[in-house]
T-cell receptor, first 115, second 112 residues
């Protein structure tokens, strides 16, 4: 596609439920990143993939968070037993390859609200 | 660890005013430097970048120069417009880490 797409755009869930967020990167981009943006806070790195492996998952807040990219393209971020503090906008980005000099292209985000 | 400090907002200016948003980063390694912008209701997008010392990134009238000696990448625009109202993020990217370290963001509002 023309840009990074994410779905759903909005998700409201009850505390304790599991959610799954999807990211479809730009075709041909080998690197994919997940960030989150909490209300009134900056952007927080969660995890990045190079192909189908995740060299850096240091930003995942807890073991309730899990991300995968099995075929090196679409990625899903799964949050189990959601908590209210998980409420945030989850952003996905992709770049042609990993490496600090590569521009990252961002999707529109998924706004997650945990009630 | 690597970090970035940018000017706190919100910043409110009148149209045609001069804008500076300060940004400094830690000097571990040799990062690429980016400014990203988030317009109301839109996703993050790259505004400009610089990848080596003394490089000047520019776009839409905005400029920023990679200053290695002061570890800074201040964003400037000579004459702001209402359409520049947005949140601006300074973002060094360290090649060893492959992730962008985002500043806290500066909300800019321009009065007509």
């Amino acid at each position: 596609g023309a840009g990074v797409s994410q779905s759903p755009s909005n998700k409201v869930t009850e505390k304790g439920k599991d959610v799954e967020l999807r990211c479809d990167p730009i075709s041909g981009h080998t690197a994919l990143y997940w960030y989150r943006q909490s209300l009134g806070q900056g952007l927080e790195f969660l995890i990045y993939f190079q192909g189908n492996s995740a060299p850096d998952k240091s930003g995942l807040p807890s073991d309730r968070f899990f991300a995968e990219r099995p075929e090196g393209s679409v990625s899903t971020l799964k949050i189990q037993r959601t908590q209210q503090e998980d409420s945030a906008v989850y952003l996905c980005a992709s770049s042609f390859q990993a490496g600090g000099y590569n521009e990252q292209f961002f999707g529109p985000g998924t706004r997650l609200t945990v009630t | 660890g690597n970090s970035v400090t940018q000017m706190e907002g919100p910043v409110t200016l009148s149209e045609e005013a001069f804008l500076t948003i300060n940004c400094t980063y830690t000097a571990t390694g040799y990062p690429s430097l980016f400014w990203y912008v988030q317009y109301p209701g839109e996703g993050l997008q790259l505004l400009l970048k610089a990848t080596k010392a003394d490089d000047k990134g520019s776009n839409k009238g905005f400029e920023a120069t990679y200053r290695k000696e002061t570890t800074s990448f201040h964003l400037e625009k000579g004459s702001v417009q209402v359409s520049d109202s947005a949140v601006y993020f300074c973002a060094p990217s360290y090649s060893s880490a492959s992730k962008i370290i985002f500043g806290s963001g500066t909300r800019l509002s321009i009065r007509p």
